[in-house]
């Protein structure tokens, strides 16, 4: 593919600006601009989601903000999806309705993403087209051919952005896998010639940069799961990570080498499992063993193959660890084998299904004591060394990673005589060209929480309440007042989340707080009592001073103003 047909006009510019993956590891949403600045044209390179944390009570899925680019809504020509990982797809059932753009994807990822569609109710509205691995896009300024990479997913793609004003290699995600077991080795000469050609900027992944060394191949990981799980007697589960279709091939392959027969546990599983088979993945595998049958099996005879390895409370691992599964029971003489690396923020939901699995007598085997049983899908500091050497890009912008990485991995690139790096901030808006590159502008980006399946911003009033009451409890007041405004019977008050002890019990905190919101409402005026505004703010002013004496915190006061 040569360099792109269209010329540039004097009022062109090139700018790149991340709304998602910049400052953080997932929910990338990476836009590209080209023309000059009142009458952009824009594509959208990945669209997805990141997932809520003991931080946000309640919310499991966050997308980012849309609002800048839905405002040039029409202006947009594509959204490009590099793999279909959720930090990269997730969030375009979501979002499309917004943004009403085309969608390209590859096989399996537009296999994946027509399901998330159907389920969202708009498979028939989004148009997705499928393009070839290593095939050609053309919209508009942007002449776009995708580069075969290597990843923790099949069929993961670079994409190689020629405009008039210079070439962009937009990595995703990435590792150098000479031997990846499922689809092509990366692409070298194809990355070697667009260096050839001239690489303007490479945008790229950050994830490893504190690594040493190679992230190491999948072929090593089949060696290890190979040994380790044909030495096992018993019941054996493995956790992995569904999208890691390599990795569930060779445990399915070490379980059929060893006797056993695979039972798929959890829906990510068999959503996978569909994917894989619908682009000529796992072929010659015995067929899978539905869990309500696989209880009939020996122990030495089965293997569980789950969802669940970052300690997710309703996935297939969590519920086999709580005794809840319908099917699916572990003891003492099974294993599970996680073969899977703790995500950054699951460390404490892991440690706790790990010690449930310990409890019910499971023996645990992980990447700590077993390193061969997984290994990075994203590139250390040799790898990225050499895809710098191979691209020779005139502009580093680091990606996909929190400040940190990205500060780190703009130094490495400086080490490497890249001549500018640039390491932007969700809602940088980054000149790449013409001349000297740089920030030039800030737009807004931020977060939506889905919260009970309603789309609401970041800092919304429940989610912040939510919080509060999660750290300082709830007092629940009822106060029943006379058509003269005075009180017809004692206050009730009642606490969630609040101590007591033998010194100081509940009950009796609580009767005192009843005393005190009384008297706060006989000190207020005649007047001021026909208001129920007025009662509920002198009830709860007191009671959260009171509270903050008591307990040192300043619960959330409901009071219920009932008038007889």
Request: proline share 7%; glycine share 10%.
């Amino acid at each position: 593919m040569t360099a792109s047909r269209t010329l540039a006009s004097p009022d062109d510019e090139l700018v790149f600006l991340p709304l998602g993956g910049s400052n953080e590891i997932g929910m990338n949403f990476n836009l590209y601009g080209y023309g000059p600045p009142h009458a952009r044209k824009w594509i959208v390179v990945d669209l997805g989601v990141t997932f809520g944390d003991q931080t946000t009570p309640g919310v499991e899925i966050i997308l980012p903000d849309p609002s800048f680019i839905e405002e040039h809504a029409k202006d947009i020509l594509g959204i490009v999806l590099t793999h279909a990982h959720e930090d990269h797809i997730g969030a375009v059932a979501w979002l499309w309705p917004r943004l009403k753009a085309p969608c390209y994807a590859t096989p399996f990822t537009a296999f994946l993403l027509r399901e998330k569609l159907r389920d969202a109710g708009i498979l028939d509205d989004v148009p997705l087209t499928e393009i070839p691995l290593s095939g050609t896009l053309n919209l508009g300024p942007f002449e776009m051919e995708l580069i075969t990479l290597t990843h923790s997913i099949p069929e993961p793609n670079g994409v190689a952005i020629r405009t008039p004003l210079g070439t962009i290699l937009h990595t995703g995600d990435w590792k150098i896998d000479p031997d990846p077991l499922l689809g092509a080795p990366t692409d070298i000469d194809a990355i070697r010639r667009l260096g050839d050609e001239g690489v303007l900027a490479m945008v790229c992944d950050s994830t490893n940069v504190f690594v040493d060394g190679h992230a190491g191949s999948e072929a090593k990981v089949r060696i290890a799961m190979n040994a380790l799980i044909g030495s096992l007697k018993g019941k054996v589960a493995v956790a992995c990570f569904a999208s890691n279709v390599a990795r569930m091939d060779t445990t399915i392959r070490a379980a059929e080498a060893s006797g056993r027969r695979v039972c798929l546990v959890g829906r990510s599983m068999h959503r996978m499992t569909a994917a894989a088979k619908s682009v000529g993945m796992f072929q010659g595998l015995k067929p899978f063993i539905p869990d309500a049958e696989a209880r009939a099996f020996p122990d030495d005879q089965i293997l569980y193959l789950c969802t669940g390895s970052q300690g997710e409370a309703r996935a297939a691992l969590s519920r086999i660890a709580e005794g809840t599964h319908p099917h699916v029971k572990l003891g003492l003489g099974d294993h599970c084998i996680f073969s899977s690396r703790v995500i950054p923020g699951n460390d404490i939901p892991i440690r706790n299904l790990q010690n449930k699995l310990s409890d019910r007598g499971v023996r645990l085997y992980t990447e700590r004591d077993h390193p061969g049983i997984h290994v990075s899908g994203h590139p250390c500091r040799d790898e990225l060394k050499e895809m710098y050497a191979w691209a020779r890009p005139q502009i580093a912008v680091p990606t996909h990673g929190e400040r940190r990485h990205l500060i780190e991995h703009s130094a490495l690139a400086r080490d490497l005589q890249v001549p500018e790096q640039i390491a932007p901030r969700n809602g940088d808006m980054v000149l790449l060209a013409p001349g000297k590159p740089g920030i030039i502008d800030e737009v807004k980006a931020g977060r939506l929480f889905l919260d009970g399946g309603v789309m609401t911003p970041e800092n919304s009033d429940p989610l912040r309440e939510r919080r509060h009451a999660a750290s300082n409890g709830v007092l629940i007041v009822a106060v029943a007042l006379d058509d003269k405004g005075r009180l017809a019977g004692q206050i009730e008050v009642r606490g969630i989340g609040l101590p007591g002890d033998e010194d100081y019990p509940l009950d009796e905190a609580l009767e005192d707080l009843s005393k005190d919101a009384a008297g706060a409402i006989k000190r207020l005026d005649p007047g001021m009592r026909d208001t129920d505004d007025a009662i509920q703010q002198a009830v709860g002013r007191v009671l959260k001073k009171s509270a903050q004496r008591i307990w040192d915190r300043r619960p959330v006061v409901e009071t219920v103003v009932v008038r007889v």
